[in-house]
């Protein structure tokens, strides 16, 4: 299985990126989807989930309007709308999937590896 996440890069705040999390392995139809967050000297951070069948959307209060979550049937892809983007949204962001939503929380059967997001002031 491999969770291969792009889209990072270095932008200023009030600026919009798009990641993208490209799954493949196995189907991920019953699965839920999330990105993740983690700054220098912080603790990993949920920032938003999708359950793959139905679509139902999960966020963290700090990004609640200004993130979007989606996935591609078709390309088996999981992506990270950003908009509005602030300086604190500065971290390596990666994708992950689990069975269970609570699992995706305390820790994701898959993890892929992260890409950076930096935002400056």
């Known amino acids: 299985v491999q969770l291969q996440a792009s889209g990072g890069g270095l932008v200023q705040a009030g600026d919009s990126l798009r990641l993208s999390c490209a799954a493949s392995g196995r189907t991920f139809s019953n699965y839920f989807m999330g990105w993740f967050r983690q700054a220098p000297g912080k603790e990993r951070e949920f920032v938003a989930a999708i359950l793959w069948s139905g679509g139902r959307t999960y966020y963290a209060e700090s990004v609640k309007g200004r993130f979007t979550i989606s996935r591609d049937n078709a390309k088996t892809a999981v992506y990270l709308q950003m908009n509005s983007l602030k300086s604190e949204d500065t971290a390596v962001y990666y994708c992950?999937?689990?069975?269970?939503?609570?699992?995706?929380?305390?820790?994701?059967?898959?993890r892929g590896q992260g890409t950076q997001v930096t935002v400056s002031s």
């Open positions: 992950a999937a689990d069975p269970l939503y609570s699992g995706l929380q305390r820790g994701p059967k898959y």
